[in-house]
């Protein structure tokens, strides 16, 4: 009888492990499937909801609206009022959840978990047993426990990848608009694609070019998009006027994200126009010392704010309107504005917006110089250094927060970390004229010794200009105190460089790159 009942037990053990199996691998087929967000919770919340024989919703926040979806998606029509009364009292559960106050909820059936804990919830899984007088036994509990903590995770994740795909495609857009400058012919077109870049690339309602009359002090619109454009081009106004008028008056850019709060702000083409402008954001053309306009970017679309990567965005396409203004490139191939965008763009990366473009000139020149000296022909050399350049490009894919993080990484902020020399290479693979530098991008963090990342390579396996890239980076960033923590005499660089040759550099590479970094070095200084 004793023996009965433990064989009894052992098939509950094991039928319970085995609907457990089902649903976590259940999870992770759909994951890998192409589907959408919508469908992929629709067939979670059903997946879950059959082996734990109850109804199961999912219900996830909008981090915008703050509003929540439920899942599987029903017409609100269908909805009875039992239906409703579910929501409700799951909505009710989970704000008690939410003060933190909670991990989970248990109740006669019912249980309530988050995804994810406190505050940073976003979302919970539900589940209404069809007998609510029944309590849901501890096995299905832990198994709510898991689905919630796993779905967690695919949503970090769908979130994450979200973010870097539209920072990828941004970032090639402006690539793409700045490699077009190159083939400039006419002033009004260019100015005219460059509104209608801005507007895309920050995702506004309207973008405009107002430049700048000396002889009668106005601004007039240039170019405009949106359904005011009409309206708005050729009006001139005072040039002291407005934001324009601030900015232009002081060189200084600006996010503003309640405008009729601004000081500076002036309604008055908002009333021709018959616009309201909610929030803008503004940059000078011509440089500080002598504007010539400003670009301008106007309400952002679905009533969010203007962001500092927005602003970053703005920031290096009018310094290369100003570029072009000033003097059209007359290299198609390497354009200047080209170069000028990636170091900008790379150095605000390390360090926030700085004009000075230090970190990315440096690498351009020392890479090509070492190229060069290591037997390289010229195109070859111009390639490596370009791919010096580009090699942290990916990082635009990285997390702010991350990045400027003042003390060390976590383990997985430092996974994703990791990432950006493979993200790097994904973005130059889509452009036709930089594909060719993938490689040293996506390698130039692995180690002569078979220790670095991604992929372990080991001592000429890996490409000669990421060997390149890695013994000019870490140079400068000894130079230039940026991860070592302390900043190193050009001495001290060189010795620990030379302490490193064979492991972490190419021997050769050093003793290639000593002189030319003693010579070099000084002026980088
Ligand atoms: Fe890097």
Known sequence: MEENKQIVLLRETVSQLDIRCKVISGLVKLMDMTIGKD???????????????AEVMIAVIDSRTEQFSFYPVRNEDELSADDTGKREHALKIFRTIEDGSLGHVEDKGFMCFPIGSGVAARGMVVAFNADSSEQFPPHEVKLFNDVAALLEKIMEQAVLLSDMNSSIIKMQKLFDIVKSFSKVTGFQQFIEDSVRAAADIVECEAASVMLL?????????????????????????????????????????????????????????????????????????????????????????????????????????????????????????MPETFIDTAAILLDTLEAGYSPHLKHSRNMLSTARELALAMGQDEKTARDISLAALLHDIGKIAVPQAILQKPGPLSDKEWEIMKKHSVTGAAILKKSAGLSALAPYVKYHHEKWDGTGYPEGLKGKDIPLGARIIAVCDAFDAMLCDRNYGRTFTLAAAIEELIINSNKQFDPECVNAAVPIFRKLGEKLL
Not at 308 to 314: E, F, I
């Open 213 to 333: 009359d000396n002889e009668k002090k106005v601004l007039r619109f240039t170019a405009v998009t949106g359904d005011a454009s009409e309206k708005l081009l050729g009006f001139e106004f005072p040039s002291s006027e407005g934001i324009a008028g601030w900015a232009l008056k002081t060189g200084r850019e600006a996010i503003i994200n309640e405008a009729g709060e601004s000081e500076h702000f002036s309604s008055r083409v908002d009333e021709i126009a018959g616009f309201s402008t909610r929030n803008l954001m503004v940059a000078t053309l011509g440089g500080s010392e002598q504007p010539v306009g400003v670009i301008e970017t106007v309400n952002k679309v679905n009533g969010q704010d203007f962001s500092s990567q927005d602003m970053l965005y703005l920031s290096i396409l009018a310094s290369q309107i100003t570029q072009v203004l000033k003097q059209p490139p007359r290299d198609p191939a």
């Open 39 to 53: 469908e992929f919770l629709s067939r979670a919340a059903k997946l879950v909801g059959e082996a734990v024989h």
